[in-house]
């Protein structure tokens, strides 16, 4: 449902370079990418879940913390390097917090934006993951 996966680094005396290929490092086709920076500190972003929806997730820059939570348990993974990807798949409600101010997230989605897609209410979340959805 989620995992933290360390990407191959392709280090040399320049600095440091990630490539992500569709269809080896990507297991889903990439639709759409949008990006995350200027958060507040204390804001709190997500609060929701999804019914169709595969996301990698990279922090760019500076730091944050993802909360991930499949129903039956909830786990916080501290994201600090573009060497890493949060890959969470459908019905995963998720928070974000304790954004450092210079923190950059990159999401690679599967499917384009639907407002419909959204799951918002955890009780809601809740019953869909426990009974299935309707
Ligand atoms: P939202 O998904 O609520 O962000 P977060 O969960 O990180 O707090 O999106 C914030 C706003 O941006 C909302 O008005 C919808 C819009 N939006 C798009 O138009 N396209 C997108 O791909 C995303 C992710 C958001």
């Given at each position: ?11 040399d005396?320049?600095?440091n ?34 019914h169709?929806?595969?996301?990698m ?15 039956v ?9 573009p ?6 798949e459908?019905?995963?409600?998720r ?19 639907d ?20």
């Amino acid at each position: 449902m989620y995992q933290l996966i360390n990407f191959k680094v392709h280090g040399d005396h320049a600095g440091n370079l990630v490539a992500l290929e569709q269809g080896s490092d990507i297991d889903f086709d990439i639709r759409r990418i949008y990006y995350i920076w200027g958060t507040e500190k204390n804001a709190i972003r997500g609060r929701h879940a999804h019914h169709n929806l595969k996301q990698m997730i990279v922090c760019l820059a500076g730091q944050c913390d993802f909360t991930l939570d499949d129903g039956v348990k909830r786990e916080t993974f501290h994201l600090c390097t573009p060497a890493q990807g949060l890959r969470i798949e459908n019905f995963v409600w998720r928070e974000f917090t304790e954004f450092s101010r210079d923190c950059i997230v990159m999401v690679l989605a599967s499917e384009h934006y639907d407002a419909t897609d959204y799951i918002k209410s955890y009780d809601e979340f809740l019953r869909i993951v426990r009974n299935g959805a309707d």
